[in-house]
């Protein structure tokens, strides 16, 4: 196991245009986290699924974005209809349970222009 | 609301001092907490978990109920420090971590 894998590395896209990121979390973890970053700030929680179930999503999570865990393995994220405050490094991170840490990707880095 | 406050943007000190990494939660009950570290082009990874009461790299963090603080601490800095550090609380009865601002750390030679 490689540890948590993010698709794609970068992403620039234009405004309007639709986005997915992919997600591929340790293989024994159940628990997988969806969250934003932009600089200077701390990671930002986004949606949160236990198995295929997505239990929380932020209040911050506008209708453009959704989120989907089938199978209860990988998960994707997309954005539709993106705009210019939507660039931002997207993370995902893993967890085996609620008292372990997450392990975290590498993350997906969109440029909306 | 639950909030958590890392009031220093940036340490800087000289390889050899301590280093002190405030976090400040305000959280009901008792929060587990967590630190986070991020190293120049690498990935955010844990550093340590309270409910462990580890030392790693020389890094320990107490909790400090009374004062609501989880303050990360080293007594002797090494340059490979260098990093983003991150405080991260979880509620005791929730789901998920908040990531406090972070602190840039700059060990200086």
């Known amino acids: 196991d490689t540890g948590v894998s993010q698709n794609p590395r970068h992403k620039i896209t234009k405004r309007g245009q639709n986005v997915t990121f992919r997600c591929d979390p340790i293989?024994?973890?159940?628990?997988l986290y969806w969250y934003r970053q932009t600089l200077g700030q701390g990671p930002e929680f986004l949606t949160y699924?236990?198995?295929?179930?997505?239990?929380?999503k932020s209040r911050l999570l506008s209708d453009r974005f959704s989120a989907e865990r089938p199978k209860g393995s990988f998960s994707t994220l997309e954005i539709q209809r993106t705009e210019q405050g939507d660039s931002a490094m997207y993370l995902c991170?893993?967890?085996?349970?609620?008292?372990?840490?997450?392990?975290f990707g590498s993350g997906t880095r969109l440029t909306v222009v | 609301a639950q909030r958590v406050t890392q009031p220093e943007k940036l340490l800087s000190v000289f390889k050899g001092a301590p280093v002190e990494l405030k976090c400040n939660y305000s959280?009901?009950?008792?929060?587990?907490l967590f630190w986070y570290v991020q190293y120049s082009r690498q990935r955010l990874q844990l550093l340590l978990r309270?409910?462990s009461r580890e030392s790693i790299k020389g890094f320990t963090a107490d909790l400090n109920k009374g004062e609501t603080s989880f303050h990360l601490k080293k007594p002797f800095a090494q340059e490979e420090d260098s990093a983003m550090y991150y405080c991260?609380?979880?509620?005791?009865?929730?789901?998920?971590?908040?990531f406090g601002g972070g602190t840039r750390v700059l060990v200086k030679p």
């Open positions: 991170a893993s967890s085996p349970g609620a008292d372990y840490g997450y392990t």
């Open positions: 293989s024994e973890h159940n628990r």
């Open positions: 699924f236990q198995n295929e179930a997505q239990l929380e």
């Open positions: 959280y009901s009950g008792s929060p587990e």
């Open positions: 309270h409910i």
């Open positions: 991260a609380p979880r509620p005791a009865a929730g789901n998920k971590l908040t």
